[in-house]
C-alpha cells in the first residue's frame, strides 16, 4: 500500500518527535543514573561525599550556567544545528567520562556533559514548537516530552544499579554512545531547519528581561528549582539512605526506586490530557500537594522501615512530582512569543538545573556525616517540605487560571 503525502509528513513528524525525545532522554538520564554508581566511584577513585556532590553539580552547574547561551544561539542560528552541536558534544564526553583515569578527569567531562546538555536542551522545546504547529497535538507532545525526561529520571538509577552490578560505573557512560548517535542520526535526516531570526541578533539581548517583568514568567522559574530541588536533592539523598543504611547493592538500590518510575510514568501518561482538562495551574498544585505530603511522611522514616511503606511513599512522590514538569512547560510554551521560544525555554531549564544543584548541596550536606545520617536525612526533609509549599504558594498566587485548548 502506497503512503500519502500527509502519511509520510505524519511518519516523519513522529521520527523528528523521537529524536527530540531521545535527546531529552538521554541528558536527563545522566543527571540520575549516576547516583547508584556513586559508591562505586568512591571506592576506586577514593572520593570523599564532596567529591561525589561535584561529580553530581559539575554536571548541573555547568548545564544551568550556559542554557541561556544555548537557547539563544538556537534562537539566532537555528534550533537543529544547535541541537546536533550539542549532541556531539555530549556523547563524546560520555565517552571521556567512562575512560576517565582519576576523579578531577572525571568532574571535568561531567561538566563537558553538562555543556553539551545545555545546548541541546533549550533547542528541544523550540523544535518541539516549530514540528508541531497545532495547540492541541503540542500539549500531548509536550507531555510525551515530559513523560521521557522523567522515565529518564527515575530509570537511571535502575539501569545505573543493573550496569554497575554487571560492569562497572564506566558503563552508566557508555550507554550514552549508540543513544547519541541514533539520535544525531535521526535529526540529521528528519528534523527541518528550524527559522533563522536574524534580526534579533542587534536588538535583542542574550536574556529578554522583559519576559521577567511578566509575574508568571517569574512564579514558573520559581516553581521549577523549587521543583528540581528537592526531585534531585532528594534522590541523591535517598539513594545513600538505601545502600549506607539499608545496605542495598547498587542494582537493589536502582529496583527499590521502582516504585518512583512506575507513579512517575503513569502521571506522565496523564498529564497531556490533564492539561488540557482542567488546566497547568490546577495540575501544578495537585502536584506540589501530594510532593509536599510524601516528604512529610519521609520525616519520620529510619533504618527500620519496611520497604511496602517505604513504597508507597516513593510512589506519591513520583507521582506528585512527574505532574508539576508538563504544567510548568505547557504553561511557558503557551505565553512566551516564538521570536523567543529558545530564551524562554532555556530560562526555565536554567531554573530546573539549579534547582537541582542548590537540592543535591544543600540537602547533600545534611547527610555527610554517616553517624548523624538519620537526623540529617530527617532536616534535609524538613527544608524539603518547605521548598514544595514556596512553589505551591508561587503557582496559586502567579500562574494563571487557563487551559490549553
Given at each position: 500500500m502506497i503512503s500519502t503525502p500527509s502519511q509520510q509528513s505524519k511518519i516523519h513528524t513522529r521520527i523528528a518527535l523521537l529524536a527530540i525525545c531521545l535527546g531529552y532522554f538521554m541528558?536527563?538520564?545522566?543527571?540520575?543514573?549516576?547516583?547508584?554508581?556513586?559508591?562505586?566511584i568512591q571506592q576506586q577513585l577514593n572520593a570523599d561525599v564532596t567529591g561525589l556532590q561535584w561529580i553530581v553539580d559539575g554536571y548541573s552547574l555547568v548545564f544551568a550556567s550556559f542554557l541561556l547561551v544555548g537557547g539563544a544561539l538556537g534562537d539566532r542560528i537555528g534550533g537543529k544545528n544547535v541541537f546536533l552541536a550539542g549532541l556531539a558534544l555530549f556523547t563524546l564526553a560520555s565517552t571521556l567520562c567512562s575512560a576517565a583515569p582519576s576523579l578531577l578527569i572525571l568532574q571535568i567531562a561531567r561538566a563537558l556533559q553538562g555543556l553539551g546538555a545545555a545546548l541541546l536542551v533549550p533547542t528541544t522545546l523550540a523544535l518541539?514548537?516549530?514540528?508541531?504547529?497545532?495547540?492541541?497535538?503540542?500539549?500531548?507532545?509536550?507531555?510525551?516530552?515530559?513523560?521521557?525526561?522523567?522515565?529518564?529520571a527515575i530509570s537511571g538509577p535502575i539501569l545505573?544499579?543493573?550496569?554497575?552490578?554487571?560492569?562497572?560505573?564506566?558503563?552508566?557512560?557508555?550507554?550514552?554512545?549508540?543513544?547519541?548517535?541514533?539520535?544525531?542520526?535521526?535529526?540529521?535526516?528528519?528534523?527541518?531547519?528550524a527559522f533563522h531570526i536574524d534580526?534579533?541578533?542587534?536588538?535583542?539581548?542574550?536574556?529578554?528581561?522583559?519576559?521577567?517583568?511578566e509575574k508568571m514568567f517569574s512564579a514558573i522559574n520559581v516553581v521549577a528549582v523549587c521543583h528540581t530541588f528537592v526531585f534531585y536533592g532528594v534522590l541523591f539523598i535517598l539513594s545513600l539512605f538505601l545502600q549506607q543504611m539499608k545496605h542495598y547493592s547498587a542494582s537493589l538500590t536502582g529496583f527499590a526506586l521502582l516504585p518512583e518510575f512506575v507513579c512517575a510514568f503513569c502521571a506522565s501518561s496523564l498529564s497531556g490530557r490533564l492539561l488540557i482538562s482542567i488546566g497547568p495551574r490546577r495540575v501544578l498544585l495537585s502536584g506540589f500537594f501530594l510532593s509536599a505530603l510524601a516528604c512529610l511522611a519521609f520525616i519520620s522514616v529510619d533504618a527500620r522501615i519496611s520497604y511496602m511503606l517505604l513504597a508507597c511513599m516513593l510512589?506519591?512522590?513520583?507521582?506528585?512530582?512527574?505532574?508539576?514538569?508538563?504544567?510548568?512547560?505547557?504553561?511557558?510554551?503557551?505565553?512566551?512569543?516564538?521570536?523567543?521560544a529558545g530564551i524562554a525555554s532555556g530560562m526555565l531549564n536554567v531554573s530546573r538545573q539549579v534547582g537541582g544543584a542548590l537540592g543535591v548541596a544543600i540537602l547533600g550536606s545534611f547527610v555527610g556525616n554517616q553517624q548523624t545520617f538519620?537526623?540529617?536525612?530527617?532536616?534535609?526533609?524538613?527544608?524539603?517540605?518547605?521548598?514544595?509549599?514556596?512553589?505551591?504558594?508561587?503557582?496559586w498566587f502567579f500562574t494563571p487560571e487557563h487551559k490549553i485548548s
Open positions: 541528558t536527563i538520564l545522566d543527571l540520575t543514573i549516576v547516583n547508584v554508581a556513586l559508591a562505586n518541539l514548537q516549530t514540528t508541531i504547529s497545532e495547540a492541541s497535538e503540542r500539549a500531548r507532545a509536550i507531555g510525551l516530552w515530559s513523560a521521557m525526561g522523567n522515565i529518564a545505573g544499579g543493573l550496569l554497575v552490578n554487571a560492569l562497572s560505573w564506566r558503563s552508566v557512560f557508555l550507554l550514552n554512545l549508540p543513544i547519541g548517535i541514533l539520535c544525531f542520526l535521526l535529526t540529521s535526516r528528519f528534523i527541518a531547519p534580526e534579533q541578533k542587534s536588538i535583542n539581548p542574550l536574556l529578554a528581561l522583559k519576559l521577567f517583568q510512589a506519591i512522590l513520583g507521582f506528585g512530582l512527574s505532574l508539576v514538569l508538563p504544567a510548568m512547560v505547557g504553561i511557558v510554551t503557551s505565553h512566551a512569543p516564538k521570536t523567543q538519620i537526623a540529617g536525612m530527617h532536616l534535609a526533609f524538613v527544608v524539603a517540605v518547605g521548598v514544595l509549599a514556596l512553589g505551591f504558594v508561587s503557582t
